[in-house]
C-alpha cells in the first residue's frame, strides 16, 4: 500500500498455480520498506515483522487473503502482479490471458457462466444465457431460441431445412417430415413446420404442416393415403385388394365397390368406386367406370350381373327360368311383381323395359307388333290375326295390348274390331282370319 510504501493495487500470488486476487489487509505490509515487486518486501535492516508476518532474512512475508475480482480495473490494476489477466466484457468476468474471451454467455462454459461476477446464468438444459433471459425449463421450449438449443449440452435442434423446426434432447429423434413426427403429439405441436391435427379437437390424430388440412374425419383423408395411415385413429384400405379409402381403425375395409354400397359415405369417398344414389339411380355402390343405372330394368346387363341389382337400395332381382316358365331374368323395383312369365310382364307398369332388358323375354311393341311380352324364341307378330296360331295359344292375344281374343271362332283381333261368331260373317271382314283358321 502507498501510506507503507507500497506501490498499491492487488496482486497475483507467486505460486504454483497464478491467479488473480484483491487484497484487503489495511495494516502495513512493508514498514519503512525501499521497494516491493508485489510480494516481497525490501529494507535495508529488518530486525523485526508485524504481526502475521515471517522474517526471512532482511524480507518480511505474508500470504494475502483472496478475493475475486469483480471489476475491469481489478482485473490489471497491478504490473507486473496482474499480468496474465483478461477481462471479459461480454460476459464480465476475470480470467487468464492463456484463454480466450467468449464472445456471448452462450459460448461459455459452465466454469465461466457460474463465476460470481459473471453477468450470465446456467440453466438446467446444460447451457448459459444471460441473467436477463428466462432459463428454458425443458428442449422442447427452447424451440423457440434455436441458438439457445444449439449451445445446450443436452439439446439438440432440428432445423427446418432438414427437420421439423424443434430442439430436441440429445436422444431425441429429428423427424424428416411432419407425418413421421405424429409419434410424438407435443414434438408435433411446439415446431416451426408442424401442427398436430389433435381427436379430442375433432380430427384424426394426425401431425400435419401448417399448411396441411386437419381432417375431421377418416373419410376425408381419402384424398391423402399417407396422411389416413399416419394417422392414430385411422386406416387406409389400399386398392385393389380394397377401394382405396381411409376408414377408422375399426371400420371395413370393403373388398370390392358393391360391397361397401352397405356405407354409401364409404363408397363416395373412395378412389375406386362411385356411389350412384337415389332418386337419380337406383342407390348402389359402383366401380368409378361403372355405369349408374337411372333405373332398375336396365341394370339387368350390367357387366356385374344381379349381384348390382340384388344389393341395391331400390331394386330386386328376379331370377330367371327357361322361356321364361317360373321367372323371366330382370331387376325389378322393390315395389314391382317378379313375373313367372313374359306373357305375365305384359301388365307391368314399365311393361317394355321389364320385358325388353330380361333376360328371358323380348317386347314386341305396339308400333311394329301387337305390344305384348314374349319369350325369346317366340314370334312378333306384326298384326293381331297371325297370332292366333302362336304356340302359346289364345294368351298371347288375351294379354297383348292391342289384341282380343274372339273365343266362339278362336281367333285373335284388333281390340277396336268386333268378334265375328260365323265363318261367313268374318269372312268378307277379316279373311286372314279364314286363312289362319
Not at 22 to 37: E, I, K, L, V, W
Not at 100 to 126: F, R, Y
Not at 198 to 222: D, E, H, K, M, R
Not at 350 to 378: H, L, R
Amino acid at each position: 500500500f502507498p501510506a507503507d510504501g507500497g506501490p498499491g493495487g492487488f496482486y497475483c500470488v507467486t505460486s504454483s498455480t497464478r491467479g488473480c486476487y484483491a487484497s484487503t489487509r489495511t495494516h502495513s505490509s512493508c514498514p519503512s520498506g525501499s521497494s516491493a515487486d508485489g510480494n516481497d518486501c525490501v529494507r535495508s535492516l529488518t530486525n523485526t515483522c508485524p504481526s502475521g508476518y515471517t522474517r526471512s532474512g532482511t524480507t518480511c512475508t505474508d500470504t494475502y487473503a483472496a478475493s475475486d475480482i469483480i471489476a475491469q480495473g481489478q482485473c490489471n490494476i497491478a504490473s507486473p502482479a496482474t499480468e496474465g489477466c483478461l477481462w471479459c466484457s461480454a460476459i464480465n468476468v476475470c480470467i487468464s490471458n492463456a484463454t480466450s474471451c467468449p464472445a456471448s454467455c452462450l459460448a461459455a462454459g459452465q466454469s465461466l457462466c457460474v463465476m460470481p461476477t459473471s453477468s450470465c446464468q446456467w440453466c438446467s438444459i446444460g447451457v448459459c444465457q444471460n441473467k436477463t433471459a428466462s432459463c428454458f425449463l425443458s428442449c422442447l421450449a427452447a424451440t423457440v431460441s434455436p441458438s439457445v438449443c444449439a449451445a445446450s449440452s443436452t439439446c439438440k435442434y432440428c432445423s427446418p431445412t432438414s427437420s421439423i423446426g424443434v430442439c430436441q434432447p440429445l436422444s431425441g429423434t429429428c423427424y424428416t417430415s411432419c407425418l413421421s413426427a405424429t409419434v410424438e403429439p407435443t414434438v408435433c405441436g411446439n415446431s416451426t413446420s408442424c401442427k398436430y391435427c389433435s381427436i379430442v379437437n375433432n380430427s384424426i390424430g394426425v401431425c400435419q404442416p401448417l399448411s396441411g388440412t386437419c381432417y375431421s374425419t377418416c373419410l376425408a383423408a381419402s384424398t391423402e393415403p399417407n396422411v389416413c395411415t399416419g394417422s392414430a385413429s385411422c386406416k387406409y384400405c389400399t386398392e385393389p385388394s380394397s377401394t382405396g379409402v381411409c376408414q377408422p381403425i375399426a371400420g371395413t375395409c370393403y373388398a370390392t365397390c358393391l360391397a361397401s354400397s352397405a356405407e354409401p359415405s364409404v363408397c363416395d369417398e373412395s378412389a375406386a368406386c362411385q356411389w350412384c344414389g337415389t332418386p337419380d339411380s337406383i342407390g348402389v355402390c359402383q366401380l368409378s367406370n361403372g355405369t349408374c343405372w337411372a333405373t332398375c330394368p336396365p341394370a339387368t346387363n350390367d357387366p356385374q350381373g344381379s349381384k348390382v341389382c340384388s344389393i341395391s337400395l331400390s331394386c330386386k332381382w328376379c331370377p330367371a327360368s327357361s322361356g321364361g316358365v317360373g321367372g323371366i331374368g330382370v331387376c325389378q323395383e322393390r315395389s314391382g311383381t317378379c313375373w313367372a312369365s313374359c306373357l305375365f310382364a305384359t301388365t307391368d307398369p314399365s311393361n317394355a323395359d321389364v320385358c325388353g332388358y330380361s333376360m328371358e323375354c323380348q317386347w314386341c311393341p305396339s308400333s311394329t307388333s301387337i305390344g305384348v311380352c314374349q319369350p325369346n324364341a317366340g314370334t312378333c307378330w306384326a298384326t293381331c290375326a297371325p297370332a292366333s296360331d302362336d304356340p302359346l295359344g289364345s294368351g298371347v292375344c288375351t294379354m297383348s295390348t292391342d289384341c282380343k281374343w274372339c273365343p266362339t271362332l278362336n281367333y285373335c283381333t284388333e281390340r277396336t274390331r268386333n268378334c265375328h261368331t260365323l265363318c261367313p260373317t268374318v269372312a268378307p271382314d277379316e279373311p286372314a282370319i279364314c286363312q289362319v283358321q
